[in-house]
């Protein structure tokens, strides 16, 4: 049998097993049905397989993919007590696989995905910041290295397939993944996307069958960060050009990475669901990009076309037809065998995606090794190396908003401190959604980060929750702070889940008459940004006794903190900056680490006032309110540090470039000396944006086209080259061909979006 010969190429190996399959083995290999914590049960004996799992092995005769087998959550109630220890993940990997192989006619393995969006969701997984955090970083580079302890950690315990959020563009910060969000800017967003398929996969296809790889699933595609009135999986009203522009650029720096996966979106773009968006799909992905990979559906996304096509056998046609290849939990595609007879869907369809399912399981080596080293991952799971990675990470992602008077850094003498805040002491607050359970005692929050680097007093008052109205902790608060020298405030939101909690059929949470502190996370939007529950009065009552405040933001969106900015002498954002974050923030508090991270999102006014993205449309007009400012309160790209920089001798090289050259793939190159003319050394990112001047469609005001993070001494000068290229100055015009227009072009160097230094670029 010519598919089990490893030394014949893939494509032939796969058209060998295609041609033996029936249909029934085709439409299994295209589902993933059940939940893998549904398919052990921890008993006295050990880890047993369930008697569901073999009847969903029996029901396709084989089995594409099973999800989340070491997913722990409160949706999933896998807990320390119920669920697989990670020293026998591989072990139960392993039996997984085997019984599969050994119990179908075909021997065809499974794969096994697992979500990592900010680390694996699982038991002793790590946690690193959430994506607003890693985007918050502006480093690619360290992003990589931390995607590559991330799937070390997953193909250690047995599994293939990581789902990770990179595509999501955040436009509406009242939508509740957010967090999920890398920026507000394609740019930002398509480099680290590019960065984590690198980080998962490596550089080429070959290195999957390696033991610390796996295939980089990203989500969502597209569109879902334009959901109307930022509600999860909401319309995305936008056209052709908005789509491609802001939204499509994500997956596309993720297909020329190498990407093998992606998952499609819930939200329709102009009235087309993206499960059933050919155009999107096929069109645009496959043929226009070149993407070899898979495509799966979002959980219970398949079944929620119904409303389009009528009953299950339709659905699945419509969404196999467009493009999808792999189900998650839908009854729609084990519906397909039916469908055929019914003539709804053709065999011939269905043969596309079993080829991609299998493809995917050939190049993962899977075939010729199905089986995962059971001693592996008590060596990867949480080693040191990863530990010092996501430190870094975290020190990186916090962003310094305010630093009136020099007040940070505080003295590791400061006689008294007062931490005060509900997210001060909690850890899952720190840690975002698609959160495992924790150990006990595992991970630094911010109080004791204070605590083991502070060697004055140091009081602790929890003041208030994050989102209830009590107050009864406000007077030993208020205490505290009059007998402090200082004070800090740790406010913000939370994606902690809790056990009494409702969940959605795809497991995203319904708080909306739960008093848990849950305000963020997938399916918790909001319609007012300000900080929940009692926040804002607790800071008016603290900032009432006198004492100088340093307020730290835990938060997975941009809150609008208007109303107490001027409250605070300083403010540091430090999103959810994972289990490291309490001593990474720590060191930034007391001046161990100088802050570099940068917004990549802009921090809005009011929620009146969105949407507040920095690259709007150029209207020709400063668009304002009669009752508030147009601008952000804290625009994209801004970050201070404990350091100066001075920009200047901007340069463009050649100065003569035409536009034929520019068309034919000639750079050109961007020139700016950077200083560091402060007392500390330190990290700055240098931003290069622009604005086309003249255009036959209308431009933004402003676009980021290239970055740089580059360290730098006291009075220590270098000279920083970006380049620009077709890539970054082409438009789609009129018909929608991807253009370099003559004209007059605006390059814009900087330390933000708004603080530059300015010239003209010309092509004729």
Not at 505 to 530: F, Q, R
Request: hydrophobic share 35%; aromatic share 6%; net charge negative.
């Amino acid at each position: 049998m010519k598919y089990k010969n490893s030394s014949l190429p893939i494509e032939e190996r796969v058209e060998d097993l295609l041609q033996r399959m029936t249909v029934k083995e085709k439409v299994g290999q295209l589902n993933q049905k059940m939940y893998g914590w549904e398919a052990y049960k921890k008993t006295d004996k050990g880890i047993e397989l369930t008697e569901a799992f073999k009847e969903q092995v029996a029901l396709g005769d084989g089995m594409g993919a099973l999800y989340g087998l070491f997913r722990s959550d409160p949706w999933s109630a896998v807990t320390y007590e119920n669920g697989i220890p990670t020293h026998e993940n591989a072990k139960v990997a392993n039996r997984i696989q085997r019984y599969i192989i050994e119990n179908t006619r075909l021997g065809i393995p499974v794969l096994l995905s697992e979500e990592c969006p900010h680390g694996h969701q699982a038991l002793d997984g790590t946690l690193i910041p959430t994506n607003i955090g890693a985007g918050s970083t502006w480093n690619p580079e360290l992003m990589e290295k931390a995607y590559q302890f991330v799937a070390a950690e997953v193909r250690s315990r047995g599994a293939h397939l990581g789902l990770i959020s990179t595509l999501d563009i955040l436009r509406d910060p009242r939508w509740g993944r957010s967090e999920e969000c890398y920026s507000e800017d394609p740019y930002l967003a398509a480099k680290m996307t590019e960065a984590a398929v690198k980080g998962l996969q490596g550089e080429g296809r070959e290195e999957l069958i390696q033991d610390n790889k796996i295939v980089a699933v990203l989500k969502h595609f597209a569109g879902q960060g334009e959901g109307q009135g930022g509600h999860n999986a909401g319309p995305a009203n936008i056209g052709e050009r908005e789509l491609r522009e802001i939204h499509l650029p994500g997956m596309k720096a993720g297909v020329e990475a190498g990407a093998l996966g992606c998952m499609a979106a819930y939200n329709e773009i102009d009235g087309i669901p993206c499960h059933a968006n050919t155009t999107l799909l096929t069109d645009i992905l496959r043929e226009e990009w070149g993407f070899e990979g898979m495509v799966m559906a979002d959980g219970v996304a398949i079944d929620r076309l119904r409303q389009l096509a009528g009953d299950y056998e339709s659905a699945a046609a419509l969404a196999l037809s467009a493009g999808v290849d792999l189900s998650l939990w839908d009854t729609a595609f084990t519906t397909l065998e039916q469908a055929v007879e019914k003539g709804k869907t053709t065999e011939e369809w269905i043969d596309r995606a079993v080829r991609r399912v299998l493809h995917l399981k050939f190049a993962l080596g899977l075939f010729d090794q199905p089986y995962t080293d059971e001693t592996k991952a008590l060596q990867i799971v949480g080693n040191e190396s990863f530990r010092k990675t996501n430190l870094q990470v975290a020190r990186e992602s916090a962003v310094l908003l305010k630093n009136q008077d020099q007040l940070l850094p505080l003295s590791k003498q400061t006689g008294k401190i007062a931490v005060i805040g509900p997210n001060a002491n909690q850890i899952y607050n720190q840690l975002g959604d698609y959160t495992a359970i924790q150990k006990d005692g595992k991970g630094t929050t911010l109080l004791q980060g204070i605590k083991n680097m502070a060697e004055g007093e140091v009081t602790y008052v929890k003041g208030c929750s994050v989102r209830g109205k009590s107050k009864a902790g406000f007077p030993e608060a208020v205490a505290a702070a009059k007998n402090s020298d200082v004070v800090i405030l740790v406010l913000g939101g939370s994606s902690m889940r809790n056990f009494d909690l409702e969940f959605d059929s795809n497991g995203a949470a319904i708080v909306s008459n739960n008093p848990t502190d849950m305000d963020c996370g997938e399916g918790v939007d909001l319609a007012d940004l300000k900080l929940g529950g009692v926040q804002e009065q607790l800071v008016k009552e603290i900032a009432a006794t006198g004492k100088p405040i340093v307020t730290v933001l835990i938060q997975g969106r941009p809150h609008a903190i208007t109303d107490i900015v001027d409250d605070c002498d300083a403010i540091l954002c430090g999103w959810y900056p994972g289990q490291e974050g309490g001593q990474a923030l720590a060191e930034i508090i007391f001046g161990e680490v100088n802050p570099s991270g940068k917004l990549p999102v802009s921090l809005p006014r009011s929620s009146s006032q969105l949407p507040v993205y920095y690259n709007q449309k150029d209207q020709g007009r400063e668009l304002q309110y009669i009752d508030s400012p147009g601008t952000p309160l804290f625009s994209f790209g801004y970050g201070l540090s404990y350091t100066q920089y001075e920009y200047s001798n901007l340069q463009i090289s050649p100065v003569d470039i035409t536009l034929k050259q520019v068309n034919e793939g000639t750079p050109i190159e961007v020139q700016i000396d950077v200083k560091n003319i402060g007392q500390l050394a330190g990290a700055e990112v240098v931003q290069l944006y622009i604005k086309d001047m003249e255009a036959s469609i209308t431009r933004r005001v402003k676009e980021l086209k290239g970055f740089q993070k580059i360290w730098l001494e006291p009075n220590e000068q270098k000279t920083v080259t970006l380049q620009l290229s077709k890539e970054e100055l082409a438009i789609w015009n009129p018909e929608m061909k991807f253009v370099v227009e003559p004209g007059n072009i605006k390059i814009m160097v900087g330390n933000d979006s708004t603080n530059t230094v300015e010239t003209i670029l010309t092509l004729e």
